[in-house]
């Protein structure tokens, strides 16, 4: 199982990213999947999970409004919508996918199985 994320950078605030997360080596449509992301001495927090046919959605506040969680299952790929993008976002960003059931959201970091290598995202005032 391999994921792949791409799309991270430099950002000024106020400025929009996408961020997509290519799978391999697994039936997509069966996983959840979810985006963390790990500033500097700090844990990974969660920022956006989705359910296997993307009908169910979940954001923690710190970022609602602002990040659009998405995913394509024919082409194996969950994307990150990043928008009005503060420095306070800045970290490295991961994706990860859990296998589950049917509209299902994970939140829990503990509780996926395959990570990604993350994509540095940097954003400046």
């Known amino acids: 199982v391999q994921l792949v994320e791409s799309g991270g950078g430099l950002a000024q605030a106020g400025d929009s990213l996408r961020l997509s997360c290519a799978a391999s080596?697994?039936?997509?449509?069966?996983?959840?999947m979810g985006w963390f992301r790990q500033a500097p001495g700090k844990e990974r927090e969660f920022v956006a999970g989705?359910?296997?046919?993307?009908?169910?959605?979940k954001y923690p506040d710190s970022v609602k409004g602002r990040f659009t969680i998405s995913r394509d299952n024919a082409k194996n790929t969950v994307y990150l919508q990043m928008n009005s993008l503060k420095p306070l976002d800045t970290a490295v960003y991961y994706c990860?996918?859990?296998?589950?059931?049917?509209?299902?959201?994970?939140?829990?970091?503990?509780?996926?199985?395959?990570w990604g290598q993350g994509t540095q995202v940097t954003v400046s005032s």
């Open positions: 080596g697994v039936t997509f449509s069966n996983y959840a």
């Open positions: 990860a996918a859990v296998l589950q059931g049917a509209h299902i959201v994970v939140l829990r970091r503990d509780a996926y199985r395959y």
């Open positions: 989705i359910s296997r046919g993307g009908g169910s959605i």
